[in-house]
């Protein structure tokens, strides 16, 4: 099974603190995805990575960064945390597209729920 | 660009009735789309997709939707509806390209009553 970790569940932090959301996935996948996921807004992606060191941005990147060291471990910074940055956070990866979308998924993790205070 | 959108935000049925849960999308080519369900705290988890092959989709559960590309529409249905069944259900979008990203529709709450 395809097992994607997250560091927390919960997280409560102070309004300009540097927060470190971390993910671990096990697959080999060549790319990672950070979303967060709001009520009556779905999931909105922020960034997304490719490759070792290669990052994109999502459709929501401001507020934060991303890195991607090692293959299997993709990390969102939020350089100084702000209210409304209060959401679930959640983490996928998956195996290259390469135009076989028959075998295409995204696995997820179980999501981090941030509170900034 | 892709998109989806998910007329209902919220649906409310009985168990045992059926489940309609409506999705249009937009789309210049033809498109992968995917329904992912949502159980309360957990993560989510692919239902189904459609990619191309045949147009009515059978996933987990006992659910399967129906691509009509006249309609532009991807709803998910399944006949009689289970309490376990309570869950928040995404209709999803595939976009080509480098890294293969998805575009989630907001989201519709299924709530299944005695």
């Known amino acids: 099974d395809v097992k994607v970790t997250q560091s927390s569940r919960y997280l409560v932090k102070r309004t300009g603190e540097k927060v470190f959301l971390e993910c671990v996935q096990d697959m080999d996948h060549e790319n990672m995805f950070w979303y967060r996921q709001d009520p009556g807004l779905g999931l909105r992606l922020i960034y997304f990575?490719?490759?070792?060191?290669?990052?994109e941005k999502g459709d929501i990147p401001e507020g934060y960064s991303v890195s991607r060291e090692k293959k299997e471990r993709f990390s969102l910074i939020l350089e100084s945390a702000s209210t409304n940055q209060t959401s679930m956070y959640l983490c996928a990866s998956s195996s290259f597209w390469g135009g076989l979308s028959t075998t295409y998924e995204q696995y997820f993790g179980p999501g981090t729920r941030l509170t900034v205070t | 660009a892709q998109s989806v959108t998910q007329l209902d935000s919220h649906v409310s049925v009985s168990e045992g009735t059926p489940v309609l849960l409506r999705c249009n999308y937009s789309?210049?080519?033809?498109?992968?789309l995917f329904w992912y369900v949502q159980h309360p705290n957990k993560g989510l988890q692919l239902l189904l997709k459609y990619t191309s092959a045949a147009t009515l989709v059978k996933g987990i559960n006992g659910f399967e939707a129906e691509f009509k590309k006249s309609e532009t529409s991807f709803h998910l249905t399944k006949p009689s509806a289970h309490m376990s069944d309570a869950a928040e259900y995404f209709c999803v979008v595939l976009s080509t390209g480098a890294a293969s990203k998805l575009t989630f529709g907001t989201g519709t709450r299924l709530q299944v009553t005695l």
């Open positions: 990575s490719y490759d070792v060191k290669m990052k």
């Open positions: 789309s210049s080519y033809s498109p992968s």
